[in-house]
């Protein structure tokens, strides 16, 4: 007797699967015929997947577009300017409950573990209380990791040091930092070594948004990569953005990339935030301001597409839904050949999960019972379709269902609905 059963869904590896759920655990994969369960998913003929992931999410400052006015360069460096000028005048109350709304919004979607950085440079810390009471309030659904992340510089701001310690003292679970913002290469280079120590002394793991912008010289991703190795951090830290290697010299990178490797950095582009907000400062050609994809997986560097905003200071749009990520990194990175479309499923899947040291994550016997039924046949077709989430079960409890995407049809000779899917022959 199971609690839930997901019935004849289609695996992201092809199998064809019922998945027994007891509890908040998978307790049976296979052919469960004639199994008695409390609730039945049909899931035959669609697609059913471990829970999406996002890896780099700033949710103190969603939900906020058009406070306290719209962003009209479109710059990163504007959408700073206009949070610095936001978090002096918006509450806690309000910080969380639009957290929580977005929260609803990732429920529905199937994303059900978020990394999100927590601006630090606050003498009030109340965006980090904010979140840590939202990390609390959703932890029976979502998995919240948070990343003290000092926005106006560790060093440039002349209390983030100070407050960036409080905020890990007070429970947040990871090290962020900021080094192209700082005030020179040597300052963003120390950044990055005392936050490194500072994690390795607490056992924490590190992310940092980390070159950020056009300039091929930025390359603190060389100091981040030296310091997870030299501090026995590997496989516990990313490297947020890494925009400037799009414009990097390509001998540099030739040795650059080992040097990551080695380290266990992993990577973490944010497609639709980074091909909207760089190359501004270019006339033509104008630069995709997209990290070196790719490359990077040929070196087996982990890479994990992370969504970065949503309705913010930053960026206008947005639903949080991995799939549009996914979809834009596709295009953008040039992953057309099936294998690589593939592998952008699993970038904001099981690549992302391995980023944040999920712990329990994925479909097997003894995982959490969190997966998602999406109106796909395949992990392609769900990139494509940016799949309805026909249903999404969190840790063993059924949490949110969408209608199918059937359009109905009145055009004579032809049928009444359309589904727009088309399995590969
Ligand atoms: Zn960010």
């Known amino acids: 007797m199971f609690d839930l059963i997901v019935k004849g869904g289609t695996l992201p590896d092809r199998t064809v699967a019922d998945i027994g759920i007891t509890g908040d655990r998978i307790t049976a994969i296979g052919r469960l015929e ?3 369960a409390g609730q039945v998913i049909d899931a035959t003929g669609d697609l059913v997947s471990p829970p999406f992931v996002d890896p780099h999410f700033h949710l103190d400052a969603t939900l906020s577009y058009g406070l306290p006015r719209i962003n009209a360069s479109g710059t990163l460096l504007e959408g700073i300017g206009l949070w610095g000028e936001l978090k002096q005048i918006v509450t806690q109350e309000e910080m969380v409950a639009r957290a929580l709304d977005y ?17 630090t440079c606050d003498d009030s810390l109340k965006g980090v209380a904010a979140m840590l009471e939202v990390r609390d309030k ?27 310690v409080r905020a890990l003292d007070m429970g947040v679970d990871v090290v962020g930092g900021i080094p192209h913002f700082e005030r020179t290469m040597a300052d963003g280079a120390a950044s990055v070594r005392e936050l490194c120590e500072i994690a390795a002394e607490r056992g924490l793991r590190v992310d940092m948004h980390c070159d950020e912008s056009d300039d091929p010289l930025s390359r603190h991703i060389e100091t981040l990569a030296y310091e997870a190795q030299r501090l026995g951090l590997q496989g516990r830290v990313a490297g947020s953005h890494l925009t400037s290697m799009h414009s990097m010299d390509n001998y540099y990178v030739s040795k650059l990339l080992p040097l990551m490797a080695e380290a266990g950095v992993a990577a973490i582009p944010n497609p639709l935030i980074n091909i909207m907000l760089q190359g501004r400062h270019d006339t033509f050609p104008k630069r995709r301001g997209l990290t070196r994809v790719k490359e990077m997986q040929a070196q087996g560097i982990t890479v994990g597409w992370g969504q970065d905003c949503v309705r913010d200071p930053w960026y206008s749009l947005g639903t949080a839904d991995m799939l549009d990520v996914a979809f834009m990194g596709l295009h953008v990175a040039q992953m057309s050949s099936p294998d690589e479309m593939r592998r952008c499923f699993d970038m904001v899947t099981v690549e992302n999960a391995r980023i944040l040291g999920l712990e329990g994550y994925g479909l097997h016997v003894g995982a959490v019972a969190s997966l998602v039924v999406l109106d796909a046949g395949d992990p392609i077709e ?8 026909l249903a999404v079960v969190s840790k063993g409890r ?5 209608p ?16 727009r899917r088309h399995p590969v022959a």
């Open 404 to 419: 199918r995407g059937d359009a109905m049809l009145e055009i004579s000779g032809r049928p009444g609905s359309v589904r």
């Open 138 to 164: 959703v932890k029976g659904y979502i998995d919240l990791q948070l990343v003290a992340f000092p926005q106006d510089g560790f060093y440039r701001d002349p209390t983030a040091r100070a407050n960036t």
């Open 34 to 36: 004639g199994a008695e």
């Open 382 to 389: 769900a990139v494509r379709l940016r799949a309805a989430r």
């Open 103 to 119: 929260c609803d919004w990732a429920a529905s979607m199937g994303l059900l573990a978020i990394r999100s950085h927590v601006d």
């Open 398 to 402: 059924v949490i949110a269902r969408t």
